[in-house]
């Protein structure tokens, strides 16, 4: 039996086994799924409203939070910096003082506000760009010493949809995480998470094609993270909504786990933990 692997958050180890809920919240007005938004009539209610949910993602069997600023969902336009910075500040200080141990990832492509936030207690930071959009990053990742989800997406959000073309999506990907986490570690960041970043310039194919080919992705000796949660890839197919999605996340969740998933980044947090649970009891035997 391999290893499972580990990450260094605070100068711990955090294993990755058993695989690891991470729950998402969205400090914007225009996520693709509205109940994912946390809003208020105040920065102080939104604050207060985040750290309700964040309880209940808790006792809801979470172990990472993802804290997001900034609508990436296919055609969204990306607010300025300071307006990213300003949603997050005041929920990520009162999260960090409010629940010390819960690591905090923060969903960002700016090496500016990632710096900004692990100085204001985040812990890892989810770039959905794999360090495209801003040169900075991994330099600043590197220097940061966090562990960094690396994702792929074949554009930006207001374009990445425009008929996405690949030669082969598995082979495409694979080789451009093997060039961009070389960089990486070229930078001096140590703790990777690969993420195909379902939904981020591909089809619906696409998607299912990268599903069905996840552990190829486990060649890059990286722990994987699948966020696939009430996604188009769903929905679409099965001419609904993204309201309608728990059961069909849990079932692509569990053929994650399934393909070697160590992280599922979820809306619903109690559901993926069940999966997760059960998918270990069966495996044991």
């Known amino acids: 039996m391999t290893m499972p692997y580990t990450l260094t958050i605070s100068g711990k180890v955090y294993p990755l086994h058993p695989q690891k809920v991470m729950g998402i919240l969205n400090l914007t007005p225009d996520s693709f799924f509205a109940d994912s938004r946390c809003t208020g009539a105040s920065e102080a209610d939104i604050a207060d409203e985040a750290l309700r949910r964040v309880e209940r993602m808790l006792a809801d069997g979470m172990d990472i939070l993802d804290l997001g600023a900034v609508s990436t969902r296919p055609g969204s336009q990306a607010p300025s910096a300071e307006e990213e910075w300003r949603r997050l500040a005041e929920p990520l200080r009162r999260i960090a003082r409010q629940f010390p141990d819960l690591p905090v990832s923060i969903d960002t492509y700016r090496a500016d506000i990632a710096q900004r936030c692990v100085e204001n207690g985040a812990h890892i930071i989810n770039d959905i760009s794999g360090g495209l959009f801003d040169a900075k990053m991994f330099e600043t990742i590197g220097r940061l010493q966090v562990p ?27 080789r451009f995480f093997s060039e961009r986490a070389a960089l990486a570690r070229q930078a001096g960041i140590h703790d990777l998470i690969i993420d195909p970043g379902f939904g981020f310039g591909k089809t619906v194919e696409h998607n299912y094609q990268l599903l069905a080919q996840l552990g190829r992705f486990k060649i890059l000796d990286c722990p994987i993270l699948a966020g696939l949660s009430r996604k188009s890839m769903l929905w679409k197919p099965l001419q609904s909504s993204p309201e309608q999605m728990l059961n069909a996340t849990t079932c692509v969740n569990t053929l994650a786990l399934v393909q070697g998933a160590d992280l599922l980044r979820v809306h619903d947090v109690k559901a993926a933990a069940e999966a997760i649970r059960l998918f270990n009891l069966y495996n044991a035997y």
């Open 148 to 174: 960094y989800v690396l994702m792929h997406t074949s554009d930006r959000p207001d374009r990445m949809q425009d008929a996405p073309q690949y030669a082969d999506v598995t082979a495409d990907l694979l």
